[in-house]
Structures are given as C-alpha cells and as structure tokens.
C-alpha cells in the first residue's frame, strides 16, 4: 500500500541550492571569442531554475550509499546539462513547438531555431567533458557512470522514446506506453540512481532494489506530468497546459482517464516506496531524501 504523503512534501531544498549554486559558476569557455552567442543561449536555459529533480535525485542517492554529496557534484551537473539540452530541442517547432519554459521565451524563441538547436548539442556534449574531466573517482567507475549516462539517453534511452513518441511507432498498448515513457522520461531519471552507483563500484546486491525504485520513479514522474498537463494552469506549469493533447499523443490521461492516471500514480509511488526498503538503508536517515523526492513526485502542482 501506498504511504500517505502530506499534502505539500517536503523536498531537500538544500541539494538543490547545492547543485543551482554549482552551476551558477559553471562555464563553457572556448579558443574562439565569437561563440559567446553559443554560451549564452546554453547558461540561459540551463540557469532557467526549476526543482533540479535529476541532480538532486543523484546527490540524495550518494548520501543514500554513505557519501558525501559534494562528491558527485560534476556528476550530478552532468545530468543536468543533458537534461537542459532535451528540454531546448522538445520545445522546437519540430518538437512540441513551445513558446514558453518555465515562463519565459524558450531558447528558440529568444535565440532562434539555428542556435538553440546548437546550444543543445553542445550541452549534450559538454555534459561529457564535464563528467570524465572533473568528476572524481576510480577510473572504471568514472567511465561506468559515463556509459550508462549514454545508453540511458541514447537510442536505448531518451533519444530512442522521444522517437517512439514523436513517430507514434508504439505498440498500441498499455505496454507500449509504457516502453515510451520508461525510454523518454525514466531512463535519465533512472540514471540519476545508477550512475552514482557505479560511480561508486556498487553492481550487486542493492543496486538491484535502487534499480526498481528509479524505474517506478521515472514513470511516476511521467503519469504524474500528464495529469498536470490536464489540470494544471499555465502559471502553475509555466507554458500553457494541453500541449500533449495539441500534439495528439497518447498519454496515461488519454488513455486511462483522470482518475485511472491517479490510481496508477498512486501505485508506483507505493511500489517506489517499497523499492526503498528493500535497500537495506536506514529510512529514518540515509533514505530520507530520497523518500523526499518520491514523495514531492508524487504531489507536485507544477
């Protein structure tokens, strides 16, 4: 059974703060002067604020495992400039063709198309100079993390759901929904909790409890982005709501109804809970933030 979270969760503020503040002073320098254009498009989507939930779900987890979490910041950062970089390009006319994010123009609108396409394959691939040059650790788990950061948004990932999405190639079936949503949403999600693992040198025994409890995040994370989708207003979102709908694709609120998408939030957030206990971590202390996040997922009005 689910755990009956409060109305409002609570959310580990000062991870977040931790990671914002990393990122404020991150830079992309470059031999050439003239691509400044290039950074700025990059630093304004990526400074554009929201709840961090990648990094913040990475650094919860190193604590989780008994580290620091200041350890796993380039990491953690990583995550996040990858996660940028998918938010510029769903929002190109090509994409899902949205003017606002996080209620102010989208990259593409204040950059133009030419260069936010731009600004996000270059933040794609700084995300990898970052992690493999600054992030800390033995080499074999640095080069771990670095690979399933890359199968998790690649063809096997992101990449390859948003095809599926973008194609409507999908096996018309509550599997096959989701197959989409588990590649496009939860697979960087669900690397959030990996790679720090693997950072970490942790293959066996409770990675397979933390893989559990990141797949039923990530999906979680997406029924519950399609109920606000529906009933959330623009201010609450930040850009104006129903773009699923506009875009004609199917979503757990199309096809199981409002509140069959609710009974199915509630279910995966009872079987991510459950996921949690069976790590053997103490829930009471290092699990607490992570039953934070699950938490906040699960109530969240934006």
Sequence with gaps: MSPQPVATATYP????????????????????????????????SLLAGGKRIRPVLALATQRAIGGDPASVLPLAAAIELIHTYSLIHDDLPAMDDDDLRRGR???????????????????????????????????????????????ATGVDGMVGGQYLDVGGVAPQDADGLRTVHALKTGRLIGASVQCILLLNGIDEG?????????????????????????TATADDMGKPPGSDARQGKRTYVSE???????????????????????????????????????????????
């Design 13 to 44: 503020e000062a991870l977040r703060e931790r990671i914002d503040a990393y990122l404020q002073v991150l830079r992309f320098p470059s031999v050439a002067p003239q691509t400044q254009g290039l950074e700025d498009a990059m630093r304004y």
């Design 256 to 302: 199981y109804g409002l509140d069959g998408a609710r009974r199915l939030a509630g279910e995966c957030h009872g079987r991510a809970h459950a996921a949690l206990a069976q790590t053997g971590r103490d829930a009471t202390g290092h699990l607490a933030e992570l039953e934070q996040i699950t938490d906040f997922i699960f109530t969240r009005t934006s």
């Design 105 to 151: 123009p989208t990259c593409h609108v204040k950059f133009g198309e030419d260069v936010a396409i731009l600004a996000g394959d270059a933040l794609y691939a700084e995300a990898f100079r970052l992690l493999l040059t600054e992030q800390a650790g033995e080499p074999a788990g640095v080069l771990a993390a670095a690979r399933e950061l890359a199968a």
């Design 206 to 230: 409770p990675i397979v409890a933390f893989r559990s409890f990141s797949d039923e995040l990530g999906i979680l994370f997406q029924i519950v982005d399609d109920i606000l989708d529906v």
